[in-house]
């Protein structure tokens, strides 16, 4: 076929790492998020330096500003992974530099509008978030579909993001409205936007939504039951602001948490404001105004409020204390109206009358069900971005932990369970798995030394270990002779 590439480019810099020409038509689009508010024009010098050994195909700019760095024709070096940039348009979106690696909302506006134009340009109607890798990745396009892939399938990345990742259903139901197409994608898997939900009854809203909470509460180990009530105390019983506006449901004040109620005004960027009424002690009201955050998804919501009511504190005491693991439903309720989450003096009788009248406990995780504890290897627990894996045997996360000098194993609470014994360097010899098809083989420990070829999918001699620029885990001498691998990349065995 023939290539074009996108009329929104204000600025261009072919990089010189690229592989030419694809070997399969373009049916994918991976978004990522740079980490850093950059210009065109920094992110065009960057991809510009053969050390970098990365590109994108496009980069969306702090002002939503679009340059070009690898022709559409051609495959960019961004996803970690070959059959994925093979057949994906890249794009590179400024972001903050700390999780969830937020965009302005005009980068997020100029990436609906730039998946538009891409779509439009290789014939395709719809854009298709699954938003599961292996269904993803097994799926065979139809000729109209473009497919939204992302970065953390492919290599121990967050890329793009928790903010850009929550939104992924978001933008495909925006891109695929602009085309003019319709998605036959269940609405599970498109994140039940809104009009998923529009003209249901309550109990068919409640029913639908009540899964959501219930593998969110699996999670973070309140019960569903509680939550749940609070969406529909807060949202109207299941009518209007619910079944109109299903994506913002709680009414916590400030940053936490968002509704679009009517008498609210919006800011234009990421909050409303309404003025409320608040009862005091004495039963008197008084007007106060308070800000909401609007939300993509019902899901960003709850794992908002989930992570609010876990983690908020009255200076060094959390604020509802007790409320994690509590399986007695007015027991939890009474602890968040203690925690001061509602002033009303009816709080608790009204949340508890919902919960029996829509027979919420059905929703509440039972013993059968309790979540994995799953074992964490990180650096710290507070360095989430350095995180090797989630195993849900001990066995296997010390095995994990021993493979990579300066990691721990942290269970579900944060409590550091396992640390090798220290070590200068790991023994060698020993084995590593690669399961990525584009790591580097480098002449020397560290990414100042120039690559070689790609290393093949397979299980590798380590001879020597070195630390060396570019890798946590240190670099990897390979028995063949051939060069330096970096550890990060790869899974002892």
């Known amino acids: 076929m023939a290539y074009t590439n996108s009329p929104m480019v204000v600025y261009t810099k072919l990089s010189p790492n690229n592989s030419g020409a694809r070997t399969h038509s373009i049916d994918r689009i991976t978004p990522h998020c740079v980490v850093g508010q950059c210009t065109a024009e920094g992110l065009g010098d960057w991809f510009y330096q053969k050390s970098t050994q990365a590109s994108s195909n496009y980069g969306i700019d702090k002002d939503g500003r679009v340059g070009m760095y690898v022709e559409e024709k051609n495959r960019s070096w961004c996803s970690s992974s070959s059959a994925n940039d093979q057949r994906a348009i890249t794009i590179e979106c400024a972001s903050d530099k700390t999780e969830p690696y937020a965009f302005r909302d005009i980068v997020y506006q100029t990436l609906i509008t730039l998946c538009v134009d891409i779509c439009k340009r290789n014939g395709k109607s719809k854009l298709i978030w699954f938003g599961d890798k292996d269904k993803t990745l097994n799926y065979a396009p139809k000729s109209d579909e473009m497919i939204l892939t992302v970065h953390r ?32 994608i269940p609405a599970k898997e498109t994140g039940m936007q809104a009009s998923v939900l529009s ?30 009530a609070q969406f529909i105390l807060e949202s109207g019983y299941g009518k209007s602001e619910l079944a109109q506006n299903a994506n913002n449901v709680f009414g916590m004040k400030c940053s936490l948490s968002g509704n679009t109620w009517s008498g609210s005004t919006w800011d234009g960027k990421s909050k409303y404001t309404k003025q409320t009424k608040e009862q005091n002690a004495d039963g008197s009201y008084e007007t106060i105004t308070t800000d909401f955050r609007k939300y993509p998804c019902i899901e960003d919501s709850i794992a908002d409020h989930s992570a609010y009511l876990l983690g908020a504190k009255n200076g060094k005491k959390l604020r509802y204390e007790g409320l994690k693991g509590c399986a007695d439903y007015k027991k939890a309720v009474q602890i968040i109206k203690d925690g001061g989450y509602a002033t009303s003096l009816s709080y608790v009788q009204n949340l508890c009358s919902i919960i029996e009248r829509w027979n919420l406990t059905q929703y509440d995780v039972k013993e059968s069900e309790t979540p994995i504890a799953w074992y964490r290897v990180r650096k710290t627990w507070d360095d989430s971005k350095s995180q ?10 010390k095995k994990c932990a021993d493979a990579n000098p300066g990691y721990s194993v942290f269970d579900v609470d944060g409590v550091n369970i396992y640390t090798p014994k220290a070590s200068t360097t790991p023994a060698v010899p020993f084995l590593v798995k690669v399961s990525i098809s584009d790591l580097n083989i480098r002449k020397g420990p ?48």
Do not use: H
């Open 153 to 184: 399938w492919f290599a121990n990345k967050s890329c793009p993001g928790n903010w850009m990742y929550a939104r992924m259903g978001d933008l495909a139901e925006k891109v695929t409205a602009q085309l003019g197409g319709s998605s036959d």
């Open 446 to 493: 560290g990414t100042n030394y120039d690559r070689t070829q790609y290393i093949p999918i397979g299980i590798y001699t380590i001879m020597e270990v070195k630390s060396g620029k570019g890798s946590t885990a240190g670099w990897g001498r390979l028995k063949s002779g051939v060069g330096w691998i970096s550890l990060d990349f790869v899974t002892r065995v």
């Open 388 to 397: 090797k894996g989630a195993f849900k045997t001990l066995e296997n996360a």
């Open 199 to 228: 003209n249901l009854t309550e109990a068919d809203v409640i029913k639908k939504v009540g899964s959501l909470f219930t593998e969110n509460m699996k999670k973070s180990g309140i019960l569903a039951s509680v939550s749940l």
